[in-house]
């Protein structure tokens, strides 16, 4: 027995209200002609920087529903796929996210898919290249993935190792957008629309950001991200004082190291 689809399975996943995405440089028009041209997408850049609500935008401008799998190091091929599972009425066939996505026409988004276990990178390619079907070996079916359906995965060439990297032959399927931390304005503009802040106070943020990002290399993997700041706003906008929403926000996440919190902290009162 199969429980397939159930109607409006989809529309759960689908983006009624426009999420708010400034865009930096040509990333819209970009991902529009992938999408034209049904090409798979890989967002790269540091985490924190947009790459989430760029994607839940561009579905929104597509009219797509958008399925998204945060990838984790046990993720495998059948959590993708799907499963059989045991039930009262015997054993029935569970539809994994990107199978439903290919079915229904979905925007999948694979996040940090490189986290993933190697069967679960594998069972991508075919949906990646002229055959655009995915197999779902267990149940001995070739799903023809939905004329709408698209993949989009994220990557953060920040973190791989050579132990863990995506392969030569995952990478080269994709059409790939580059993501960094917006130039100043442009980001005190989003941390102020996202946080409720004043100008003033975005930029105040925004200048820790670059000098916590002057700091990676030197035993900060990375410096505060968009996000951070815009977390360190929310809790000035709820009233906190700013060295202690910067320290709730940015130091005590940032790094478990005390002279680099210390370096980073002193970098920063510098700042404000
Ligand atoms: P990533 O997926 O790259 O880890 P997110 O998309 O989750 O990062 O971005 C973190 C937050 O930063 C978002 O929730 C959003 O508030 C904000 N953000 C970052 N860049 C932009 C942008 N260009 N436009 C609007 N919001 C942004």
Known sequence: MTTDLMPGALSAHAIRDEPYYRAVGDEIEIFAAAYAGRLPVMLKGPTGCGKTRFVEHMAWRLGRPLVTVAAHEDLTAADLAGRFLLAPEGTVWQNGPLTMAVRGGAICYLDEIVEARQ???????????????????????LVPAHPDFQL??????????????????????????????????????????????????????????????????????EGAS???????????????????????????????????????????????
């Open 226 to 272: 968009t996000r951070m700041l815009i977390h360190a706003g929310k809790l000035l906008r709820a009233g906190a004082p700013v060295d202690a929403a910067i320290r709730a926000a940015i130091l005590l996440p940032i790094t478990d190291e005390p002279d680099l919190r210390e370096a980073l902290g002193a970098a920063i009162a510098a700042s404000l």
């Open 119 to 141: 069967d679960a990178t594998v069972v991508i390619h075919p949906l990646t290249d002229a055959r655009r079907a995915l197999p779902l070996e267990k149940k001995g079916e």
């Open 152 to 221: 989009t995965i994220s990557y953060n060439p920040g973190y791989q190792s050579a132990v863990k990297d995506l392969k030569e032959s995952t990478k080269q399927r994709f059409v790939a957008i580059e993501f960094d931390y917006p130039a100043p304005a442009v980001e005190a503009e989003i941390v102020a629309r996202e946080a409720d802040v004043s100008g003033e106070q975005a930029r105040g943020l925004i200048e820790v950001g670059l000098r916590s990002r002057n700091l990676r290399g030197q035993g900060l993997a």
